[in-house]
Structure formats: C-alpha cells, structure tokens
C-alpha cells in the first residue's frame, strides 16, 4: 500500500458460499503493518460483524467498523457472526484497512474458509477440507456437458442440452455428473441441489428434470427426481437421512443425469438440464425416535457403513416426549443392577412415571413419589444417587417441596433437596473430576443458591455455576468463570483415572478456583479456599478485594492460633478490612476499620492493626468508618485499647499511614513505623515511633536523618532495621539503617548503599554460623525494575535476579526445598537445590516469590519459585474483571513473639471488688445494727415489765404491805368523811383509790424535799416516789439536770396512775428507785450508782396507744360514777395533801378533778409535757403528741413498798394471798360504785396484771380458775377474756418488744399474749393479738425467738433491767 493512505483488498467467491473464517497474518515490513480492519460483503458494502479473541484479557470480543490486528507474524483469526441469510447471499467480502503501523498497512497472508461440505460440478471449484488425511471433493462428466457462464449469475455451471426426441436415447441417459463430496464425519444430513434460474440462460421452455441418484451407504441407493423450471436460483432439498464418514475403504456419491419422463414444454425443440453443486449440511435428526435412542459405544465399527449405530427402546416413551438428559449408575437397591436414567419432558399415566424415569430389565419404570413435577434438563449418577436438575419445585405428587435440583439417593429410593436450592432453572448437572470424585457441577441461569430451612447460612450469589459436594452434602466452591457459562461435560462415564470436565459458554475469563482473597496450601501442597462457601470475603463498597497481610494469633506458646487478615474487604457480618476465621466463617473482629489495612502484630493479647488512615470530615459526616492509622485491640475484652492517635505530616490524620509495627522481644516496646509526624499532636517523632505497651505511652526514637515514610521493620536482637529514605544535608540517599537500643543511637548498614532504590520490604532469613541474615526486596529508582538483596550480617550484596520490569513483588520468603511441589521444580532441579544455587540462597532453600511477576518468556504468575537464578511458576491470579491479580503475602504459623506485660485487673473486677468490699462495709454496719436493736429490745422490755408492775403495784401495793400508817396521817386534814377500813389498805391501796376517782389530785403547794438527803444541790428539779402519800422517804435516780418538765421552785404536780388497773410509762430522767428495807432513798442525789440506771437512754414503751385512749374512757366513767366511792377517795385524798402538801401537777389547770370545781387554792398554769416532743423514743413522742391534743393524766412512778428488790415490781405467774385480797377490796368499791350509776363492767386495763373480765372479782379466785390463755403477767391482752375463734391456738408470751417494719408483719409489746396459728417455718411464726373486744384482731408473721411458752418471772424481768 501507498505510504499512509488507506487501502483493501477484496476477495470475489466464484460460487456462492457461506464463509465462517477469516485468517489473517500481518506484514512486518519495514516496521510496517495493518492495525484495524473493516469486513464488508461485495456486493452491497454491509459491514459485517466479525468475532475474534482478545490477546490480553484472552476473552471474546466482537467488533463492526475496526478490528484490531496485532503487530506481529502470528494467525488472527476473524469469525463471521451475521445470520445465515445474510452469509448466503454474498459474493464475496472486502477487507478495509482503516489504520496501519508506520507508513502503511499491508498482509502477509490470507486463508478464507466456509462452513459446509460442497462438491461442484466443474472440479475446479472442489476445494480441499481442512484435514491433512481427508480425501479431496472430486467431480467427473460423462456425454456432452458444457459449461455455462451467464452474466447475471455468480459463477459457472454443466449444462447438457439434446433434442427432445433424443432424451430417451442410450447416449443421452449415459451423460451423467458424478461427484463425490467429503463427508468428515457420520450422521444425519441434509443435501442441496444447487438450479440455476433458467432467467439466466433465457431457457425456461427448454428445462426438464434431473434424475439424482445418492449412494449414500454401500447397501442401498436413493433415487430422487429433482425438476428444474426455477424461474430465479435456488438450492432445492433432495435428501434427508444418514450419512457414513468418508473413508478410504467407503465414500458416498452423487450421480445426476437427464430424467427421462421428465416434463418440457411442448413448443421446446430441445431439452436442458444444468448442474452447479450439491451441500451438504449437517443436522441432528431425521426422524421421531420418541426421545431415546441406543448408539453403539465403538464409533469406529465397520458397521457404520451400513447404516447408523443406534436404535430406539424396546419400550417407547410416550408421543411428544422430550428428552433432555440421560446417565447410567449401578442402582443400589435390593437388586443392584446397571440402570438407564432419564429426564426430560414426559409423562405416562399408565406406567405412572412424570418427567423422569428408570430404564430397568428393558422397560420404563417411575421413581419414587411418581418422580418430578416440572420439567428435567439434567441428571447424572454420582455415589449411588441420581442428581436431577431443571426446572421443578416438588415431586410429582408434591410431597417433597425442591427447588431444580435435587438428589434421588437410590438405595433407599428417596428423594432428597440440595439445601434450600437454587433460584433459577438448572441446565446441566455432572460429576467434576477436577475437585475430586465427589464433587458434581451445575450450571444454568440462576444467580443464587438459596439457604437451607433451619440453616444458619445467607443465601449465596454463584451467577450460573455451582458445585455439590456429595460426601459432606453442602455446596462447595467452584471455578471462576466469569460470563455465562451454558455447558458442561465430563468424560467421568470412561471410568478411567484421569478424567477431565468442561465448562463452555460466553466467557471472558476463567480460573480452576474461586477463592476470594484468601488461600490455604495444605501439608499435600493442594490449595483450598479458606472459609466455607458463603462465608468468604467479599469486595467492599467501591467494589475492591484485596488481603495485604495475615496473622495467625496466639497469646502464647502452647495456644491454638487464630488466623487474621486484613486488607480491603467487607465481611458477611458488615465489617470492613478486618477479619478473623472461625468456624470455617469469616467474622466481624473490629468495628470502625476503615481505610486499608496493611500490617498486622501481636503482643501478648494486644493486637495492632496499621494501615492507611481514612479520618475525614465527609467519612465523618456520612457515619462511614474512621481508622486513624493505627488500633489496638485486646483480645482479652475484645475491646480497643486507648492510645493517642498519630498526624500526619500535615498535621491531621487523614495522611497517616502505617506501614509496619514490630516488637521488641522480652520488652514493652512496640515500634511503629510509616508516614506519620506527630503523636498525640503534641509529640514529634515523624516516620518513627515506639508505644509502651504498659502505659500506653508514646516516645520518640533519637533523632534520625528520616526524609520519607518507614515501609519496613526488623528486629535482630536488640537491632532494629528500618527501611526508608535517610538523607544527611546534601549527601547521597540511604535506604535502610540500623538503630541500636543498647546506646539509643543510629547506625548505618555495610553495603547498604549499593541499594537501587526503596525497600518494599525485610525478610528474616535462616541463621548461618550464629549470624541472621535477611533479604532486601525493592524497586530502582531508575525504571522501577524490581531488585533482590541480602544482608549477611556484615555487608549487603545484591542478588542475580532477572524480571520482568513491570513486575511488583510484594513478599519474600526462604522455605526449604522438601515445601515445594516436586511438579512445580521437577526432580532435575532437585540435584542444584542440594547444593548453594548462588551467594545469596543458601543450599537446600528456595525463595517464594509473591505479587505480580512478569517473568522470563512472557509467563505471568502471581506466586513463583526463584533459584539459582531460575524462575518456576506455581500460583497465578485474575480478579473478577478478568485482570490480572496478585498475592500480597504468604505466612507461616509462628510462635509469637515474648513481651514483658504488665498484667492490671480488669474495670469489670476491679468494680466487682469494690462492690464486695462495699457490701462486706454494709453488711457490717446492718449487723452492728441488729445488734444494737437487739440490745435495745432487750432493754425496752425490761422497762415495758417494769412500768406494767407499777400498775400492779398500784392496784395490790396496800394489800401487799404490813405498815398501817396512822389515821392523822392519812385522813386528819381530808375534809371530807372517811372511814377507818380504808387505813387497813396501806398506802398502795389509797394512792390506787386516789387515781380510780376523776383520775389526779391538784394542790398548789412549793414542793419541799423530806430530809437532807434529798437535797439537790444543784438546784434543779426532783420527782417524787409513790410512797409520798405516806410520808415514805425514796430515792430519786437518773434525774435529768436539763430537763424543762419539772423545775424546781415551781408548781408540780404528780398524777396518780390513770385508772385503777393503767400500767406506768417511767421517764429516762424520772425512774424511781425504792428501797423499804432500809427505810430511806438507796442512792442519794448526785451519788456515784446513779450510774446503774444511766444507760436507759430512753423512755422504756410499754403501753399500746389504745391504752392512752381507754385511759379518758375509764376517767369519764369514774367522774360519772362519783358515788361513795367519791367521797371515800376525797376523804383519802385530803388527808394525804393535808400531810404532805403535794404540789398540783403541772399538766393540769388547778381545781378538784373529782368534782370538776376549781380548786380555790389553785392557780391556771399554761400546759407543758414532761414527755419530751423531741426524743428519740417512739413511745414518748406518742404521750407527747396525745396530750398536746386534750388532757389526760400521764403515768407516774410508783413502787411497790413490800418489794424486796427495790425496784419497781415486776409481775408474777401468781398473786400472792395479800395481793388478790387487795384486788378483792378494790374491786369490791369499785364494783359497788358501777352497780349506783348503772354501769356495766368497765374496760379494763392492758397491763394490770390482776384485772378481771368482770366487775365482782372474788377475792378467793385461784388462777387456776382463769380461762386458758391467760396470766397474771403483765401484757396489753394478759387477762382479755380469750374469744372462741382464739381458743384453738396455743399461747404464747412476748419476751421483747417487736416493731412490724413490712405489710405482714405481727407487732406486739414485750409481755404481751400471742395466739400462735402456723409454726411450720423454724424462723417466722404467724400469729394473733388481741387488743380488746372492741378493737380488731391483729395477725401477722414474727420471729419465733421473741416468744416463749411460760410467762417470764418477775426475776427475768429484773435481770433485763
């Protein structure tokens, strides 16, 4: 062609064909070539589209207006792809060079092929087949044949043209055409006839017919009549049937002649008959076989010359049954025996079979369930079971749901799913000999395999190509295909030991195994994917895959390792570029890890994670995941551990790159290194920098002459080597140097200035002679040529190492020779290894080579073996676009590395712990609580039995006493008429009767004190005892200097108890201390033993606050029955006040109670309390708060003067003699006193130890006359009368006071009488206490040890106190 313009070359066809080829070689001359062509058709200049292959990505590609043509002397092949009608129509093709090399286009050579057999009539045009051993198409003539040539037909043509009356001659049916066609193989074709038009010729009256004759096997013939009066050409069908393959021994022929019946016009004068050529084109059927038929299995038989080697079934599937799939298997049921499987489109309702069927004992038999409901596109046999694929969801009869595919296990006859199936129809289904015996492939249009019911697993994108593992019954991985594939075979059914499989359709790139980013070599050097299907690593949102380093953890020597990647990547559970193996599952290990992980360490159970940091305010903004360049994260909490986060160069974190971390052996020291300036924004230590791994803390490194990033780490002892770029002012750049912990300061490496360029990484070599040694793996400055070195220990020297300059190496790693593959290296490289293959790879060691290799000869790998300087590929990798991809690392498990950590207790024990020491603090507090309460109960019944003896006290004390005051004492200044019985009763009784009138006395008199041991020569208050009313001298203990109840040197007063049977409540400032015995007060005022009765810090409670109330109701009935009894007491009363001039009460307003008159002698005093509103007794506050709200006469102190002990009296299971006569008289006054007044039995006192339910109380009662339950123990409920729903329950006596503190809690008074109804629980009783008639009845739970089944003595009593 002419120096840069444009050019073609046309190619005219002689005949019509229908080209498939098209085979092209470029010219080389003078740096000259085709770079693009257009194929056109001739006659009409219609580009025609063209095919061909893609040299670099290796997939198909097709193209219109420019194809592209390499520049080299090697075949590129072109293939039609238009549409039948469009290729049969042609001419010929033009082939358009549009672009060229250099100064212009050109060829070097040119073959075009067509795709069916032909034979011609004029020889000429027979071309050879393709096949070097093939026979040539050939043609002979016998008679007068001319060959014709009209201008409006494409090529040239035999015409025999005779008279008409000659054509029945002997010369005229001996002119004949005989061809012979190449047939390349048997089976079934249909032949063309070839007529010209007779509008070419202008001999339409002169045409006739043809007699045809095919020998189409060596039996028979077929005759065939074929007319020629086609007005325009046309290729007329002549025969359909079976064809033998040409061979020497037999080839079929085709004979044509003039018919001699044949029809001509009748004005014709002669007769015509013409012929071209005879096609043959090649189909898969010629008749209805009902779907199935039996091929003879030696295709090369003799036979196949006499006819076709198969036949139909004996038994015939039914009319219009499809067919699609068929497979044989050894059934293993109870009569094993080799049977004939199909699948397809049928149904039989007489045999009851439906889709698929077993051809058993040559005839047609259903499966199980009646077989498929839907169609069946595929089936095979693989360990007893029949694998079935289509287009069905259950069995015929719907009892087993599937989803187009499913397993028919034939020993037991059962069908089966496969999982949850498939989402999409199922074309082929066969064993796949490359994975294994038990492994079958599927393939078809669906895109995901469905999860099983009840599995755990998601569903699982595989786009058309599956595979089943038969043993372990799951879906397994499978080949990389990327594109569609739409077939499948396998010769398994040769049952020979190296069977091969086929996946065919539209693919663009294609691998042996799918494993996404991660592969392990096992012990039989076989590769696997790491991960279970499903379950594997997937591309992150930008759609990048990649896993840069690995780690298979361990906290210590001893520990299973787990292993760890990272990367660029997502998880199946959402998490990003960093993953740990587990369960066969890739699994979330870290949240929030963005970026690129890139280095991966551990130090004991600290885990550091580098890489490129990705901290931005749009990442921000968005909630994607922030990575600073570097985590920690223990594996212990599974939780991050807080560090300062690094800058980089610029000052933010969006810089920051991490490129290694390593660790310092049997230290804390971890070293980190990339492109970073700061830590913490405050600490310089650019590029460099090292993390106590105890206290979290940054520390800069000495100052370095650093100038770039740190891309690796390596530690020889305590030598560090870190590779970067170091530059002192203007001298040359070095490449890796050394720092040295011992003296903190930096050192160059011998022989490290010979390096080429940066490292990309150190590798830790095998000790030779006590030295480590390492390799040195880096690009050159100049080109970027990869470069191999190793440091010895003394010096660095480069390595013989020739690559491809485009190539990439990731990692190096020495591995012994006995790792490697003997296929990979071969046994004649086995005597090299044994021996040092050169200066830098010690004898008997390889180096594994991983990235992305271009080496010697133009192979490209991704993982290769390099000795003596030689290359042996092993892995190579694409990516899902088909392009090549990369290994970033290979790793060994390892033992990790020993650090020296400080072991702190975690947050959760360390609360854990203060929470018990807290707790042990509370428990102690609550037990010396209990302690405390518990002695205060013990107290606070003393103090409750001994006020309730004074109420006996002042019901009994007459009767108790043997001294009978004289007459002028007690009545002399009375004023009032008295009686000489009631001298007999003693001063007990009379003060008894004093307080069974209206209920006090009120006399205004200045206290004066009986004798000078009385005195209080402090001036402040004193009390004074019952015994006053008969002159009797007693002692006043723990009297309270600054109490604001009773001053001294005002009006006083003293009430008696209120009512006759009211018990006593005694002040912690007023308890009265007697003694009779001695006649006098035991302990003076201010002696050293009032400190007995200092401890009772409180008012003891021993009255309920129903007993306050009673105490008016009894004070209004004694007003309203103001009788005798009235003026018996008056008189008594007189007399006392007459003899000891008592002072009136300071509660009260002065006047006579009894009469309701003010007294003359009286002055209105404002109302104070001598129960203290502020003290920490309950019972006190309650006598506070009751008299702030009306008047009531408080209890007072009153001792029993015939009590030996000197205390106040405590009560006894029994009255003495003197005490129930007492009671007798008191109750007879009291008795006569109701019966004027009408009353009935007044209510009696809770803590009167004597009182009676009735208003006669005989003094000659014996208690043993009393109702069961009661006591003469002093008590709110003592001497009740026991109702009748009560009588049931067994008694109980309070031995101390118990306060309910929770709803269902039983509260009762020390003495008190508890009606016990569940003892079932050894701790907490349940029981009743009854307060009275009119109030309700009280039930609860209380603890069993505050009761007891006696009544306490009075001894008890005494000894609480």
Same mark, same amino acid.
């Given at each position: 062609?002419?120096?840069?313009?444009?050019?073609?070359?046309?190619?005219?066809?002689?005949?019509?064909?229908?080209?498939?080829?098209?085979?092209?070689?470029?010219?080389?001359?003078?740096?000259?070539?085709?770079?693009?062509?257009?194929?056109?058709?001739?006659?009409?200049?219609?580009?025609?589209?063209?095919?061909?292959?893609?040299?670099?990505?290796?997939?198909?590609?097709?193209?219109?207006?420019?194809?592209?043509?390499?520049?080299?002397?090697?075949?590129?092949?072109?293939?039609?792809?238009?549409?039948?009608?469009?290729?049969?129509?042609?001419?010929?093709?033009?082939?358009?060079?549009?672009?060229?090399?250099?100064?212009?286009?050109?060829?070097?050579?040119?073959?075009?092929?067509?795709?069916?057999?032909?034979?011609?009539?004029?020889?000429?045009?027979?071309?050879?087949?393709?096949?070097?051993?093939?026979?040539?198409?050939?043609?002979?003539?016998?008679?007068?044949?001319?060959?014709?040539?009209?201008?409006?037909?494409?090529?040239?043509?035999?015409?025999?043209?005779?008279?008409?009356?000659?054509?029945?001659?002997?010369?005229?049916?001996?002119?004949?055409?005989?061809?012979?066609?190449?047939?390349?193989?048997?089976?079934?074709?249909?032949?063309?006839?070839?007529?010209?038009?007779?509008?070419?010729?202008?001999?339409?009256?002169?045409?006739?017919?043809?007699?045809?004759?095919?020998?189409?096997?060596?039996?028979?013939?077929?005759?065939?009549?074929?007319?020629?009066?086609?007005?325009?050409?046309?290729?007329?069908?002549?025969?359909?049937?079976?064809?033998?393959?040409?061979?020497?021994?037999?080839?079929?022929?085709?004979?044509?002649?003039?018919?001699?019946?044949?029809?001509?016009?009748?004005?014709?004068?002669?007769?015509?008959?013409?012929?071209?050529?005879?096609?043959?084109?090649?189909?898969?059927?010629?008749?209805?076989?009902?779907?199935?038929?039996?091929?003879?299995?030696?295709?090369?038989?003799?036979?196949?010359?006499?006819?076709?080697?198969?036949?139909?079934?004996?038994?015939?599937?039914?009319?219009?049954?499809?067919?699609?799939?068929?497979?044989?298997?050894?059934?293993?049921?109870?009569?094993?025996?080799?049977?004939?499987?199909?699948?397809?489109?049928?149904?039989?309702?007489?045999?009851?079979?439906?889709?698929?069927?077993?051809?058993?004992?040559?005839?047609?038999?259903?499966?199980?369930?009646?077989?498929?409901?839907?169609?069946?596109?595929?089936?095979?046999?693989?360990?007893?079971?029949?694998?079935?694929?289509?287009?069905?969801?259950?069995?015929?009869?719907?009892?087993?749901?599937?989803?187009?595919?499913?397993?028919?296990?034939?020993?037991?006859?059962?069908?089966?799913?496969?999982?949850?199936?498939?989402?999409?129809?199922?074309?082929?289904?066969?064993?796949?000999?490359?994975?294994?015996?038990?492994?079958?492939?599927?393939?078809?249009?669906?895109?995901?395999?469905?999860?099983?019911?009840?599995?755990?697993?998601?569903?699982?994108?595989?786009?058309?190509?599956?595979?089943?593992?038969?043993?372990?019954?799951?879906?397994?991985?499978?080949?990389?295909?990327?594109?569609?594939?739409?077939?499948?075979?396998?010769?398994?059914?040769?049952?020979?030991?190296?069977?091969?499989?086929?996946?065919?359709?539209?693919?663009?790139?294609?691998?042996?195994?799918?494993?996404?980013?991660?592969?392990?070599?096992?012990?039989?050097?076989?590769?696997?994917?790491?991960?279970?299907?499903?379950?594997?690593?997937?591309?992150?949102?930008?759609?990048?895959?990649?896993?840069?380093?690995?780690?298979?953890?361990?906290?210590?020597?001893?520990?299973?390792?787990?292993?760890?990647?990272?990367?660029?990547?997502?998880?199946?559970?959402?998490?990003?570029?960093?993953?740990?193996?587990?369960?066969?599952?890739?699994?979330?290990?870290?949240?929030?890890?963005?970026?690129?992980?890139?280095?991966?360490?551990?130090?004991?159970?600290?885990?550091?994670?580098?890489?490129?940091?990705?901290?931005?305010?749009?990442?921000?903004?968005?909630?994607?995941?922030?990575?600073?360049?570097?985590?920690?994260?223990?594996?212990?909490?599974?939780?991050?551990?807080?560090?300062?986060?690094?800058?980089?160069?610029?000052?933010?974190?969006?810089?920051?790159?991490?490129?290694?971390?390593?660790?310092?052996?049997?230290?804390?020291?971890?070293?980190?290194?990339?492109?970073?300036?700061?830590?913490?924004?405050?600490?310089?230590?650019?590029?460099?920098?090292?993390?106590?791994?105890?206290?979290?803390?940054?520390?800069?490194?000495?100052?370095?002459?650093?100038?770039?990033?740190?891309?690796?780490?390596?530690?020889?002892?305590?030598?560090?080597?870190?590779?970067?770029?170091?530059?002192?002012?203007?001298?040359?750049?070095?490449?890796?140097?050394?720092?040295?912990?011992?003296?903190?300061?930096?050192?160059?490496?011998?022989?490290?200035?010979?390096?080429?360029?940066?490292?990309?990484?150190?590798?830790?070599?095998?000790?030779?002679?006590?030295?480590?040694?390492?390799?040195?793996?880096?690009?050159?400055?100049?080109?970027?040529?990869?470069?191999?070195?190793?440091?010895?220990?003394?010096?660095?020297?480069?390595?013989?190492?020739?690559?491809?300059?485009?190539?990439?190496?990731?990692?190096?790693?020495?591995?012994?020779?006995?790792?490697?593959?003997?296929?990979?290296?071969?046994?004649?490289?086995?005597?090299?290894?044994?021996?040092?293959?050169?200066?830098?790879?010690?004898?008997?060691?390889?180096?594994?080579?991983?990235?992305?290799?271009?080496?010697?000869?133009?192979?490209?790998?991704?993982?290769?073996?390099?000795?003596?300087?030689?290359?042996?590929?092993?892995?190579?990798?694409?990516?899902?676009?088909?392009?090549?991809?990369?290994?970033?690392?290979?790793?060994?498990?390892?033992?990790?590395?020993?650090?020296?950590?400080?072991?702190?207790?975690?947050?959760?024990?360390?609360?854990?712990?203060?929470?018990?020491?807290?707790?042990?603090?509370?428990?102690?507090?609550?037990?010396?609580?209990?302690?405390?309460?518990?002695?205060?109960?013990?107290?606070?019944?003393?103090? =409750?039995?001994?006020? %309730?003896? *004074? $109420?006996? /006290? +002042?019901?009994? !004390? &007459? #009767? @108790?006493?043997?001294?009978?005051?004289?007459?002028?004492?007690?009545?002399?200044?009375?004023?009032?008429?008295?009686?000489?019985?009631? =001298?007999?009763?003693? %001063?007990? *009784? $009379?003060? /008894? +009767?004093?307080? !069974? &009138? #209206? @209920?006090?006395?009120?006399?205004?008199?200045?206290?004066?004190?009986?004798?000078?041991?009385?005195?209080?020569?402090?001036?402040?208050?004193?009390?004074?005892?019952?015994? *006053?009313?008969?002159?009797?001298?007693?002692?006043?203990?723990?009297?309270?200097?600054?109490?604001?109840?009773?001053?001294?040197?005002?009006?006083?007063?003293?009430?008696?108890?209120?009512?006759?049977?009211?018990?006593?409540?005694?002040?912690?400032?007023?308890?009265?201390?007697?003694?009779?015995?001695?006649?006098?007060?035991?302990?003076?005022?201010?002696?050293?033993?009032?400190?007995?009765?200092?401890?009772?810090?409180?008012?003891?409670?021993?009255?309920?606050?129903?007993?306050?109330?009673?105490?008016?109701?009894?004070?209004?009935?004694?007003?309203?029955?103001?009788?005798?009894?009235?003026?018996?007491?008056?008189?008594?009363?007189?007399?006392?006040?007459?003899?000891?001039?008592?002072?009136?009460?300071?509660?009260?307003?002065?006047?006579?109670?009894?009469?309701?008159?003010?007294?003359?002698?009286?002055?209105?005093?404002?109302?104070?309390?001598?129960?203290?509103?502020?003290?920490?007794?309950?019972?006190?506050?309650?006598?506070?708060?009751?008299?702030?709200?009306?008047?009531?006469?408080?209890?007072?102190?009153?001792?029993?003067?015939?009590?030996?002990?000197?205390?106040?009296?405590?009560?006894?299971?029994?009255?003495?003699?003197?005490?129930?006569?007492?009671?007798?008289?008191?109750?007879?006054?009291?008795?006569?006193?109701?019966?004027?007044?009408?009353?009935?039995?007044?209510?009696?006192?809770?803590?009167?130890?004597?009182?009676?339910?009735?208003?006669?109380?005989?003094?000659?009662?014996?208690?043993?006359?009393?109702?069961?339950?009661?006591?003469?123990?002093?008590?709110?409920?003592?001497?009740?009368?026991?109702?009748?729903?009560?009588?049931?329950?067994?008694?109980?006596?309070?031995?101390?006071?118990?306060?309910?503190?929770?709803?269902?809690?039983?509260?009762?008074?020390?003495?008190?009488?508890?009606?016990?109804?569940?003892?079932?629980?050894?701790?907490?009783?349940?029981?009743?206490?009854?307060?009275?008639?009119?109030?309700?009845?009280?039930?609860?739970?209380?603890?069993?040890?505050?009761?007891?089944?006696?009544?306490?003595?009075?001894?008890?009593?005494?000894?609480?106190?």
């Amino acid at each position: 062609m002419r120096d840069k313009l444009t050019g073609f070359y046309r190619i005219d066809f002689p005949f019509k064909t229908t080209p498939s080829l098209l085979r092209l070689m470029n010219t080389m001359y003078q740096d000259r070539g085709t770079k693009a062509i257009r194929i056109e058709a001739a006659s009409t200049n219609q580009a025609l589209t063209m095919s061909y292959l893609d040299p670099v990505t290796k997939s198909e590609q097709f193209c219109t207006q420019s194809c592209p043509v390499a520049q080299n002397y090697q075949w590129q092949e072109y293939r039609f792809v238009d549409n039948s009608a469009t290729l049969g129509n042609i001419s010929g093709i033009v082939i358009n060079i549009v672009d060229w090399y250099g100064m212009g286009g050109g060829f070097n050579k040119i073959e075009l092929y067509q795709r069916d057999p032909r034979v011609y009539a004029d020889d000429r045009f027979s071309s050879s087949p393709c096949s070097q051993q093939a026979s040539r198409p050939s043609s002979s003539i016998t008679g007068d044949w001319k060959t014709t040539s009209p201008a409006s037909y494409h090529g040239t043509y035999k015409t025999l043209t005779v008279a008409k009356a000659d054509v029945n001659s002997a010369q005229t049916q001996s002119a004949r055409v005989r061809m012979v066609p190449h047939v390349p193989e048997s089976g079934f074709y249909k032949i063309y006839m070839m007529v010209p038009g007779c509008q070419n010729s202008n001999t339409c009256l002169q045409r006739s017919s043809a007699r045809v004759e095919l020998s189409m096997i060596r039996k028979y013939a077929v005759l065939v009549t074929v007319p020629q009066h086609n007005f325009a050409d046309e290729e007329i069908e002549v025969y359909t049937g079976y064809m033998p393959a040409s061979t020497q021994e037999f080839s079929m022929s085709i004979s044509v002649g003039l018919d001699a019946n044949g029809e001509v016009d009748a004005q014709a004068t002669t007769v015509e008959l013409v012929v071209d050529y005879f096609r043959l084109e090649r189909v898969t059927s010629y008749t209805n076989l009902n779907g199935v038929i039996e091929i003879a299995s030696n295709l090369a038989s003799p036979l196949q010359m006499d006819g076709p080697l198969y036949q139909p079934l004996n038994t015939s599937l039914p009319d219009n049954s499809i067919v699609y799939s068929a497979t044989t298997g050894v059934s293993n049921d109870t009569r094993p025996e080799t049977t004939l499987y199909l699948g397809g489109r049928f149904s039989s309702q007489d045999s009851g079979y439906h889709n698929i069927a077993q051809y058993r004992n040559s005839k047609l038999k259903p499966l199980s369930n009646t077989g498929i409901w839907g169609t069946v596109y595929s089936v095979t046999f693989s360990n007893s079971s029949i694998y079935v694929g289509g287009s069905f969801n259950a069995t015929a009869d719907q009892a087993i749901a599937l989803s187009n595919v499913a397993q028919f296990n034939t020993t037991d006859q059962a069908w089966y799913p496969l999982s949850g199936g498939v989402d999409g129809a199922v074309s082929n289904v066969t064993p796949y000999s490359p994975f294994g015996p038990n492994v079958v492939a599927m393939s078809g249009s669906f895109q995901t395999l469905i999860a099983g019911p009840g599995s755990e697993s998601e569903a699982i994108n595989m786009h058309g190509l599956a595979m089943w593992d038969t043993a372990f019954n799951q879906w397994t991985y499978t080949p990389f295909v990327k594109g569609s594939p739409s077939l499948l075979f396998s010769d398994s059914w040769q049952k020979r030991a190296n069977n091969v499989a086929l996946v065919a359709g539209s693919l663009s790139a294609v691998a042996a195994l799918k494993a996404e980013g991660a592969l392990l070599l096992d012990a039989q050097q076989n590769i696997q994917p790491l991960g279970m299907l499903g379950s594997s690593l997937r591309p992150d949102d930008s759609g990048k895959l990649a896993v840069n380093t690995g780690l298979w953890y361990a906290k210590k020597n001893g520990t299973t390792a787990q292993l760890i990647v990272g990367g660029r990547f997502k998880t199946p559970d959402g998490s990003t570029n960093l993953a740990k193996l587990k369960d066969g599952k890739w699994r979330k290990l870290l949240d929030g890890v963005g970026g690129e992980v890139l280095t991966i360490n551990n130090a004991a159970n600290l885990l550091f994670i580098g890489g490129v940091a990705n901290v931005t305010e749009s990442s921000s903004d968005h909630g994607d995941s922030n990575f600073g360049g570097l985590v920690v994260y223990n594996m212990d909490s599974r939780s991050s551990v807080g560090i300062q986060q690094l800058q980089g160069p610029t000052g933010d974190h969006s810089t920051v790159r991490v490129n290694k971390v390593a660790i310092r052996a049997d230290t804390s020291m971890v070293v980190v290194g990339g492109n970073f300036s700061t830590a913490g924004g405050m600490l310089s230590c650019p590029y460099i920098c090292t993390l106590d791994i105890n206290e979290n803390q940054w520390s800069p490194m000495t100052s370095s002459s650093l100038v770039d990033q740190v891309t690796d780490l390596l530690f020889s002892g305590s030598t560090l080597y870190v590779a970067g770029t170091f530059q002192n002012g203007t001298s040359p750049r070095v490449y890796l140097m050394r720092y040295n912990f011992a003296t903190s300061s930096w050192d160059s490496v011998p022989g490290a200035s010979a390096l080429l360029g940066p490292i990309t990484s150190l590798t830790p070599g095998i000790s030779e002679a006590g030295v480590t040694a390492f390799y040195i793996s880096g690009s050159s400055v100049s080109g970027g040529a990869p470069y191999l070195a190793k440091y010895d220990g003394t010096s660095v020297a480069l390595a013989d190492y020739t690559i491809g300059s485009s190539s990439t190496v990731r990692s190096i790693l020495e591995v012994p020779r006995s790792r490697i593959p003997g296929s990979v290296i071969g046994s004649s490289s086995s005597s090299s290894l044994n021996r040092r293959s050169s200066a830098t790879i010690p004898s008997g060691y390889v180096l594994v080579v991983s990235g992305d290799l271009d080496l010697p000869g133009g192979q490209r790998a991704s993982n290769a073996f390099f000795y003596d300087n030689q290359w042996a590929p092993f892995l190579s990798t694409i990516q899902a676009d088909g392009s090549p991809g990369y290994i970033g690392s290979v790793f060994f498990e390892r033992p990790p590395t020993n650090v020296y950590q400080r072991h702190r207790l975690s947050v959760a024990l360390v609360i854990l712990i203060a929470i018990a020491i807290a707790l042990g603090i509370t428990f102690l507090i609550v037990l010396v609580g209990l302690v405390y309460i518990y002695l205060r109960n013990r107290r606070e019944a003393a103090a =409750t039995a001994s006020a %309730a003896s *004074a $109420a006996l /006290a +002042a019901t009994a !004390g &007459g #009767a @108790g006493t043997t001294k009978a005051p004289p007459s002028a004492a007690m009545f002399g200044n009375s004023g009032a008429g008295g009686t000489s019985d009631y =001298t007999r009763l003693g %001063a007990g *009784a $009379a003060a /008894a +009767a004093v307080g !069974g &009138g #209206a @209920g006090a006395l009120a006399m205004r008199s200045q206290r004066t004190v009986q004798g000078d041991n009385y005195a209080n020569g402090a001036g402040e208050r004193d009390t004074w005892g019952d015994n *006053a009313f008969v002159g009797e001298q007693v002692s006043f203990d723990n009297i309270a200097p600054k109490t604001d109840r009773l001053v001294s040197g005002q009006p006083a007063g003293l009430a008696g108890l209120a009512g006759v049977s009211r018990q006593a409540a005694v002040s912690s400032e007023t308890y009265v201390h007697y003694d009779d015995r001695k006649g006098e007060g035991k302990y003076p005022a201010g002696s050293a033993s009032n400190d007995l009765n200092d401890s009772l810090d409180s008012i003891f409670e021993s009255a309920a606050a129903e007993a306050e109330a009673e105490a008016e109701v009894e004070a209004r009935e004694r007003t309203a029955s103001a009788g005798s009894m009235d003026a018996v007491l008056a008189g008594a009363a007189a007399a006392a006040a007459g003899q000891h001039k008592m002072p009136s009460p300071q509660h009260y307003s002065g006047g006579n109670a009894m009469t309701n008159e003010p007294s003359p002698d009286s002055t209105d005093y404002s109302r104070t309390s001598m129960y203290r509103p502020d003290s920490t007794n309950p019972f006190e506050q309650r006598l506070a708060m009751r008299e702030s709200q009306g008047t009531f006469p408080p209890a007072g102190p009153y001792a029993d003067g015939t009590d030996g002990l000197g205390h106040i009296p405590m009560p006894r299971t029994h009255h003495m003699e003197s005490e129930q006569v007492a009671a007798a008289a008191l109750a007879g006054a009291t008795g006569a006193a109701r019966k004027a007044s009408g009353k009935g039995s007044r209510r009696r006192s809770e803590t009167a130890s004597t009182r009676n339910t009735e208003a006669g109380l005989s003094a000659s009662q014996s208690p043993s006359s009393r109702p069961s339950g009661e006591s003469s123990m002093n008590g709110s409920s003592t001497h009740l009368p026991i109702r009748d729903s009560l009588r049931q329950y067994p008694v109980f006596y309070a031995k101390f006071t118990f306060s309910s503190r929770e709803t269902g809690e039983l509260g009762f008074r020390a003495g008190e009488r508890v009606f016990v109804i569940d003892q079932s629980d050894e701790i907490w009783w349940m029981g009743i206490v009854d307060h009275g008639s009119d109030q309700p009845l009280e039930q609860g739970v209380f603890p069993a040890t505050y009761v007891s089944g006696a009544p306490p003595k009075s001894t008890d009593w005494a000894e609480l106190v």
